[in-house]
């Protein structure tokens, strides 16, 4: 196996960025060389930040302060004309700032009682069929669903069940928008509980529970047939679940891995290969994963039924960059292999992932 380390990819720090602040989310701005930093300042206000990538250093654009500090933001649910943000904070809105002109939000509600944890969007930049809609989950226990051309209103609200406990929603992903009717929102709990809502039937489709504090979901692709879904844990594993076959009583096969000892903060695939993601970890580590299928993905039981057939997870290769937790994460769009992390060390970085194409 000499030289076959030359052809795995490598993840590269680019640009190192200090912030004044403590970061909650970054993302890549659709079609441009521009990321956002969300989070909040030391005095309790949120920050968001506009950067431009100038080759080795990122530019400060712009910065604009809101009045609540700002947990997560999408966006998932905007035309790649407009290019909206939506975002979530810790007062519990749900705000569509126009980033050209920020001073007040272009869509705005009290959407839960507590902090809004985790936001996403469909139906925007041109991926998945479908109405724009965002998917917003708190620690008031409830995950909504927005859609910005109504007011006030969520289009779906799934809380827990009268005398049912309720739950911190750490996590919300949606998935299966692959024609006008079908939608789902999967939701990760506090308690290990995942729930994926069917938003066609309005109904709680499939749930699960994997033991450990759900911290971020994500299916491989938002616009296809559900076929994978990655969920990761305070413990340091993560589930892969083939979301192909759904059986009966078993639901869906899965696999786990234990990555490391810490918390995996979040999950992201990579756009253009829906097979590769990443993870962020509490050690500040960032592992590339790949998933590989099995020779069949279904086998009937005894009973007549089909069931699912997990597959397998390599590590491509993993980094540590930080100190602190990497609690944020996401791949651009557009450029194969270039990533953003933002940490609790108060750094966001630029990274280089080589070699994709090779494997």
Same mark, same amino acid.
């Given at each position: 196996?000499?030289?076959?380390?030359? /052809?795995?990819?490598?993840?590269?720090?680019?640009?190192?960025?200090?912030?004044?602040?403590?970061?909650? *989310?970054?993302?890549?701005?659709?079609?441009?060389?521009?990321?956002?930093?969300?989070?909040?300042?030391?005095?309790?206000?949120?920050?968001?930040?506009?950067?431009?990538?100038?080759?080795?250093?990122?530019?400060?654009?712009?910065?604009?302060?809101?009045?609540?500090?700002?947990?997560?933001?999408?966006? +998932?649910?905007?035309?790649?004309?407009?290019?909206?943000?939506?975002?979530?904070?810790?007062?519990?809105?749900?705000?569509?700032?126009?980033?050209?002109?920020?001073?007040?939000?272009?869509?705005?509600?009290?959407?839960?009682?507590?902090?809004?944890?985790?936001?996403?969007?469909?139906?925007?930049? =041109?991926?998945?069929?479908?109405?724009?809609?965002?998917?917003?989950?708190?620690?008031?226990?409830?995950?909504?669903?927005? *859609?910005?051309?109504?007011?006030?209103?969520?289009?779906?609200?799934?809380?827990?069940?009268?005398?049912?406990?309720?739950?911190?929603?750490?996590?919300?992903?949606?998935?299966?928008?692959?024609?006008?009717?079908?939608?789902?929102?999967?939701? =990760?709990?506090?308690?290990?509980?995942?729930?994926? @809502?069917? &938003?066609?039937?309005?109904?709680?489709?499939? /749930? !699960?529970?994997?033991?450990?504090?759900?911290?971020?979901? $994500?299916?491989?692709?938002?616009?296809?047939?559900?076929?994978?879904?990655?969920?990761?844990? &305070?413990?340091?594993?993560?589930?892969?679940?083939?979301?192909?076959?759904?059986?009966?009583?078993?639901?869906?096969?899965?696999?786990?891995?234990?990555?490391?000892?810490?918390?995996?903060?979040?999950?992201?695939?990579?756009?253009?290969?829906? *097979?590769?993601?990443? !993870?962020?970890? +509490?050690?500040?580590?960032?592992? &590339?994963?790949?998933? /590989?299928?099995?020779?069949?993905?279904?086998?009937?039981?005894?009973?007549?039924? $089909?069931?699912?057939?997990?597959?397998?997870?390599?590590?491509?290769?993993?980094?540590?960059?930080?100190?602190?937790?990497?609690?944020? &994460?996401?791949?651009?769009?557009?450029?194969?292999?270039?990533?953003?992390?933002?940490? @609790?060390?108060?750094?966001?970085?630029?990274?280089?992932?080589?070699?994709?194409?090779?494997?």
């Amino acid at each position: 196996l000499a030289g076959a380390g030359a /052809e795995r990819p490598q993840v590269v720090s680019h640009v190192q960025q200090e912030l004044n602040y403590t970061v909650f *989310d970054c993302k890549w701005v659709p079609r441009s060389a521009r990321l956002l930093c969300l989070g909040s300042a030391a005095r309790g206000t949120g920050l968001v930040q506009l950067y431009e990538l100038h080759g080795a250093r990122l530019e400060l654009l712009r910065e604009i302060e809101k009045s609540k500090p700002i947990k997560c933001g999408t966006f +998932g649910a905007t035309s790649l004309q407009q290019r909206y943000l939506a975002t979530g904070d810790f007062d519990g809105n749900l705000n569509i700032w126009n980033l050209e002109a920020p001073e007040i939000p272009v869509y705005s509600v009290k959407g839960h009682k507590e902090i809004i944890n985790s936001i996403d969007g469909v139906g925007g930049l =041109g991926i998945g069929e479908g109405a724009p809609e965002i998917v917003t989950g708190s620690r008031d226990g409830t995950v909504k669903v927005w *859609d910005p051309r109504q007011k006030d209103t969520p289009v779906a609200n799934m809380e827990p069940v009268q005398g049912e406990s309720k739950r911190d929603c750490w996590t919300v992903a949606f998935g299966n928008a692959y024609n006008q009717e079908e939608r789902v929102v999967c939701a =990760g709990y506090d308690n290990g509980d995942i729930k994926l @809502f069917d &938003l066609k039937t309005m109904s709680l489709r499939w /749930e !699960t529970n994997i033991k450990n504090g759900v911290c971020s979901v $994500e299916f491989d692709r938002k616009d296809i047939n559900m076929n994978k879904l990655v969920a990761t844990t &305070l413990e340091g594993k993560f589930h892969v679940f083939d979301m192909r076959t759904q059986h009966p009583t078993k639901g869906f096969a899965s696999v786990s891995e234990k990555a490391q000892k810490s918390t995996i903060w979040q999950v992201r695939h990579l756009p253009q290969n829906r *097979d590769v993601f990443m !993870t962020s970890g +509490g050690s500040g580590s960032l592992h &590339l994963w790949k998933y /590989e299928y099995p020779a069949q993905r279904s086998k009937k039981d005894s009973e007549g039924s $089909e069931m699912g057939v997990a597959g397998s997870v390599s590590l491509l290769q993993n980094v540590t960059l930080s100190t602190q937790p990497i609690s944020s &994460l996401d791949w651009s769009p557009d450029k194969k292999g270039l990533c953003v992390c933002g940490a @609790f060390d108060q750094t966001v970085r630029v990274l280089i992932v080589t070699k994709l194409n090779k494997i």
